[in-house]
C-alpha cells in the first residue's frame, strides 16, 4: 500500500495508454504522465480529441486501463478552433519558441482560451477529493489553477511547462503578459525543463511584476502568495525504453533499416513536423554536407521520420510543403538509380520499432531551432550498443544540450556547421564514440521520467 496521495493530472490531451508510442504525434508529454499516475492509481482529465458540442453540456467520459482512470471531455469545434488551433497553437507556441514572426494575436482566440480553462475547470472540480494533489500541464492550461482557486479548489496544485519560457523581451509582445502570468502564480509550484528556461521566468516575475523573488529556494512572493519556481529537467521512462531492445519488433527494424542501407550509414531524426524542429535547416545542413564533400555521398543515408502534426494550423501546412520541396530537391540532384539518399517518411512508429532505428543509425540528428527539453535526443543515446554507439548531433538550443553537453553540438540555424558535425560524426573513432556516450547514458538511465515525476511531487508535496 502506499501512502501517497492520488495524483489528480489535468493536460489538454489524455492519450489512451493502450495507444501509447503508436501515434507519435501525441508527442512527449503523454509517455511520461502514464508512467507518473500508473504508480498512483491516479486520475487524467483532458480533451479527448474529439469533436461534440458533448462537453458544454457537461458530459465526461470515464475508463480505467491499466491502473488509470481518464476522465475526458469532447470540444466543439469554434472551441477547438480558439483555444487549440488557435491561442495555444498559433499564439503561444510560436511565442514560446522564439517564432514572434509566426505568432497570432486575436482577441476572439484569447477569449477562447480562458473559456476552455474556465470549462476544464468547472468539469475538473468536482472529481478532485480533498486529499488530492493536482498536477497541471503545459501551455495550454497556464489559467487552469487561478480557476480552479476562484472554485474553492484549496489543493495543492502544481503547473509544469513542457516548452521553453520565452525571453522577457519577447514575452512582453503578448497582449496581456502580465495576466497570464499572474495566473500562474496561484500554482504552489511551477516547474520549468531547465533553469535557462526558470531564469527567464523570474527574470519576469522581478522585473515587470516586481515580485520578490529568492534564488535559492526558487521561492516566488507576489501579493501574498508564495509560488516555488524550479527547473525540473525530464526524462524518459528508461526502465521500459531500454528494454524495447528485447523485443522482435525492435530487432526487425533494425534490422530492416540496415539491411535497405547496405554499406552506407544511416542518419535520423525523429520529429512531430514542427516548424521548431528545425527539419528544413536540418536538410539545408545535409544539403551543404553532400555540396562539400560530393565524394561522400554514397557513403550515408538520411531517414527523416515526420508524422504530421497540427494540419489545421496554417504555419503547420507551410512547413510540410516547405520539406517536401527541399527533399525533393536533393534527391532529384543526389540520386542514382538504386541510391535516395533523403527517405522522408511522414508516418507513426511504435517505440519499439523506433528503437531499432535509432539502433541501426550511426548518427542521429537531433536540431531543433528551440526545444523545451527533447526526449528524442535522450531515446536515441538509450537506444545506442554501448560497444559500438553512434554519434548524437543535438542542437544547442534544445533543453537537453544542458544535460548531454557530450553530444556533439551544434548550432542549428548554420548549414555549415550541420555539415560539419555530420562530417565529424562519420569520422569519429569508435574511442571517441564510447566515450562521449559514456558520458551521456549515466544522465539518461537515471534523471528518467521517474525521477522527475518524483522530485515534481516531492517539492508539491512540502510547498
Ligand atoms: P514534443 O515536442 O512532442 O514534446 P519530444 O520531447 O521530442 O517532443 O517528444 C516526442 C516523443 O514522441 C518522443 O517520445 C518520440 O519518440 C515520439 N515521436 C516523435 N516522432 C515520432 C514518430 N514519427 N513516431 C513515433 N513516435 C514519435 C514536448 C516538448 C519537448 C519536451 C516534451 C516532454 O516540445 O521539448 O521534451 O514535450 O516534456
Not at 176 to 205: A, I, P
Amino acid at each position: 500500500m502506499t501512502s501517497d496521495p492520488r495524483l489528480v493530472v489535468i493536460s489538454n490531451r489524455v492519450a489512451v495508454p493502450k495507444a501509447r508510442g503508436a501515434a507519435g504525434a501525441q508527442g512527449g508529454l503523454a509517455g511520461a504522465l502514464h508512467a507518473a499516475l500508473k504508480s498512483r492509481e491516479g486520475l487524467w482529465f483532458g480533451w479527448s480529441g474529439e469533436e461534440s458540442e458533448s462537453g458544454r453540456t457537461g458530459h465526461i467520459d470515464t475508463q480505467t486501463n491499466d491502473g488509470v482512470t481518464t476522465a475526458t471531455i469532447d470540444l466543439s469545434q469554434r472551441d477547438i478552433d480558439e483555444y487549440y488551433n488557435g491561442y495555444a497553437n498559433a499564439t503561444l507556441w510560436p511565442l514560446f519558441h522564439d517564432r514572434l514572426d509566426l505568432a497570432e494575436y486575436e482577441r476572439e482566440t484569447a477569449k477562447g482560451y480562458e473559456r476552455v480553462n474556465e470549462r476544464f475547470a468547472e468539469l475538473s472540480a468536482p472529481l478532485i477529493g480533498p486529499d488530492d494533489v493536482v498536477w497541471v500541464h503545459d501551455y495550454h492550461l497556464i489559467p487552469l489553477g487561478e480557476r480552479l482557486r476562484a472554485r474553492g479548489v484549496q489543493n495543492r496544485i502544481g503547473f509544469f511547462l513542457h516548452i521553453p519560457w520565452p525571453p522577457t523581451r519577447l514575452f512582453v509582445s503578448l497582449p496581456y503578459h502580465e495576466r497570464l502570468v499572474r495566473t500562474l502564480l496561484n500554482y504552489d509550484v511551477v516547474g520549468f525543463q531547465t533553469k535557462e528556461w526558470l531564469d527567464s521566468f523570474l527574470h519576469y516575475c522581478e522585473h515587470e511584476l516586481g515580485a520578490e523573488i529568492d534564488r535559492n529556494s526558487g521561492k516566488v512572493s507576489f501579493e501574498g502568495r508564495t509560488t516555488i519556481a524550479r527547473a525540473y529537467p525530464i526524462g524518459i521512462d528508461w526502465d521500459h525504453f531500454s528494454r524495447l531492445g528485447e523485443t522482435g519488433e525492435a530487432r526487425q527494424a533494425q534490422q530492416r533499416l540496415m539491411s535497405s542501407t547496405r554499406r552506407r550509414a544511416a542518419m535520423i531524426g525523429v520529429d512531430r513536423l514542427d516548424y521548431s524542429k528545425g527539419i528544413p535547416e536540418r536538410i539545408d545542413g545535409i544539403g551543404r554536407f553532400f555540396d562539400r564533400n560530393p565524394e561522400r555521398v554514397s557513403d550515408l543515408v538520411f531517414v527523416q521520420i515526420a508524422p504530421p502534426s497540427r494540419e489545421d494550423v496554417e504555419s503547420y501546412q507551410k512547413i510540410r510543403a516547405e520539406l517536401e520541396q527541399k527533399c525533393g530537391q536533393i534527391n532529384g540532384a543526389r540520386s542514382e538509380v538504386d541510391m535516395v539518399p533523403i527517405r522522408y517518411v511522414n508516418r507513426g512508429y511504435s517505440h519499439a520499432e523506433l528503437f531499432g532505428f535509432f539502433r541501426a543509425a550511426k548518427i542521429g540528428l537531433v536540431t531543433p531551432l528551440r526545444d523545451g527539453m527533447n526526449l528524442v535526443a535522450k531515446e536515441y543515446v538509450a537506444a545506442q550498443d554501448p560497444e559500438d554507439p553512434g554519434v548524437l548531433v543535438l542542437s544547442r538550443f534544445a533543453g537537453a544540450a544542458a544535460q548531454l553537453k557530450d553530444a556533439v553540438l551544434v548550432n542549428p540555424h548554420s548549414p555549415d556547421d550541420i555539415a560539419h558535425a555530420i562530417r565529424m560524426a562519420l569520422d569519429m573513432p569508435l574511442e571517441e564514440r564510447k566515450r562521449r556516450y559514456q558520458a551521456m547514458i549515466g544522465t539518461v538511465r537515471d534523471d528518467n521520467v521517474q525521477e522527475w515525476t518524483a522530485n515534481f511531487l516531492r517539492d508539491l508535496g512540502t510547498a
